[in-house]
């Protein structure tokens, strides 16, 4: 296909020896880094949402959560898969398996990039040590000039489980004490993020979360959506609201696998519950879209 471009070569470059598969010839370079996280480069920079390479050990032997897990960053993975400093790190809200390693990847990098998350990411960040001057609080509309890319904040939701509710809610309008359990990391609000690229191409990323408010996202029209697809059986037609509202020409599922099966780990499946990027290939032609669906292997690059 168009791997020989010059700009797929420019994202090559970025990317390292890493050789992407070909899907487009945006210059664009998208990476699953396995749960929510995702490393997104274009024209030598870099930006990094929700990492989470620990996959740490959190269900106990009946799938149930171990509420008071205690925190650790697996440092030597985060360093091992994600090499590159990220000039920007999204965060799309503040649960454990989407916050964590965002101070850790800060520290390391030296204080340098930035991260975006609501208020009370940003409480969380800073109880973690993360310097408040390189934390961008928003809380949806927003539309943030970066030079060269932009990033336009939606307000959105958290998914529903069976209960209608989820694993530790909750707000925060000051810095708690230190975060210790994976409980101390609240939801404290869901942000989405159109990423949008000098004017030819975009990515908007519901990636961290099965919900969206639909209005926010209405008529957004990026060239790729990365939706999450964890557990949406109480929100009303969920797959098929998200591409009517958008209707994107590329669909990545999110948020689709165990969770807990180490990187390195030769039982770790190439990608995520197949059931995900059938979904949303059904769903796509159940509402008469067009689109392609990519369903990433972890860890490969794809050129957009
Ligand atoms: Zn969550």
Redesign the pocket.
Known sequence: MLIGTAAAAIAGSALGSARAMAVGNSGVSLRWLGVAGWELVFDGRRIVVDPYLSRLPVLDANGGIITDYRLDVRTELVDRYLERRPELLLAT?G?Y??LLEIPYLMRRFGGEPRVIGTETHAHLLAAQGVPTDRIIIAQGGEHLDFHGFTVQVVRSL??QFGSYG??APGTLTAAPPRPETISDLL?GGTLGYLVTIADRYSVLFLS??ANFVEREVEGLRPDALVLGMSGHANVFDYTARALRATRPKLLVPSHHDDMVTQLDDPALPEKGFPAAARELADTAKRVGLAATVLDPAVLRWYDL
Request: glycine share 10%; net charge negative; no cysteine.
């Open positions: 809200h649960h398996d989407h958290h998914s989820y694993f939801e961290g979360t």
